[in-house]
């Protein structure tokens, strides 16, 4: 089954302890994303890369950190978290390329609540 | 900075009716937009995309527009049930490389039994 999947679904944590949420899809994507979910905020984008070891900064990017070492993962880095980081994060993926960009799948969520 | 804006942000109507819902982005140099759904505490559910160079889109009972040059689309629902009921979002991505997307806040739809 085509998917993007994310883990954890739920972490509570706390102020500054380094934390990482891994995202995979298994759709051979080029692009992958990560947004973040807020009330009265709506989605934001916090990281986009285009391919393997190809990554650029989205709308809020500060206090997060990705990598693309294998074109099926993305994982998304936090440092040192802080409670307004606290969200609902969303990894995405489509293709990219010659096929240009066509619709963008989207994992299942990860609530973050940092104390 | 493109922004995207959605309306009603919520809407309530009564099983059968065709509704519309609205999306406007300020900035026309869009690469292509895509409407999603939303169901409460969920990932988001692709429904329609639409390229910058296409009209319309349809998929059952939706049907999506887009209007560049006014900086519009719409997402037409019609004979609304209650399983409609989610949050709507539209997504545009940008200029020739589309690499950034910028989503609306959604609207909130309850279709009443």
């Known amino acids: 089954e085509a998917q993007v999947t994310q883990n954890p679904r739920y972490l509570i944590t706390v102020t500054g302890k380094k934390l990482t949420v891994t995202c995979s899809q298994n759709?051979?994507?080029?692009?992958m994303s990560w947004y973040r979910q807020d009330p009265g905020l709506g989605l934001r984008q916090i990281y986009y890369?285009?391919?393997?070891?190809?990554?650029d900064k989205g709308d809020v990017p500060e206090g997060y950190k990705v990598s693309r070492k294998e074109k099926r993962n993305f994982p998304l880095i936090l440092e040192s978290p802080s409670p307004n980081q606290t969200s609902l994060y969303f990894c995405?993926?489509?293709?990219?390329?010659?096929?240009?960009?066509?619709?963008?799948?989207f994992g299942p969520g990860t609530r973050l609540t940092v104390l | 900075k493109q922004e995207v804006t959605q309306i009603p942000a919520a809407l309530s109507v009564p099983e059968g009716e065709n509704l519309v819902l609205n999306c406007s982005f300020t900035?026309?140099?869009?690469?292509?937009l895509q409407w999603f759904r939303q169901d409460p505490g969920k990932g988001l559910t692709s429904l329609l995309l639409i390229q910058s160079s296409q009209r319309e889109q349809t998929s059952g009972r939706l049907n999506a527009s887009l209007d560049k040059s006014s900086g519009r689309s719409t997402l037409y629902i019609a004979a609304s049930q209650p399983g409609d009921s989610a949050t709507y979002l539209c997504?545009?991505?940008?200029?020739?490389?589309?690499?950034?997307?910028?989503f609306g806040e959604g609207t909130q739809l309850t279709v009443n039994p």
């Open positions: 759709m051979n994507h080029e692009y």
């Open positions: 997504a545009v991505r940008l200029g020739t490389s589309g690499s950034r997307l910028t």
């Open positions: 900035d026309s140099a869009i690469y292509n």
């Open positions: 995405a993926s489509s293709l990219w390329g010659g096929h240009g960009y066509n619709e963008q799948f």
């Open positions: 890369s285009m391919n393997v070891e190809v990554t």
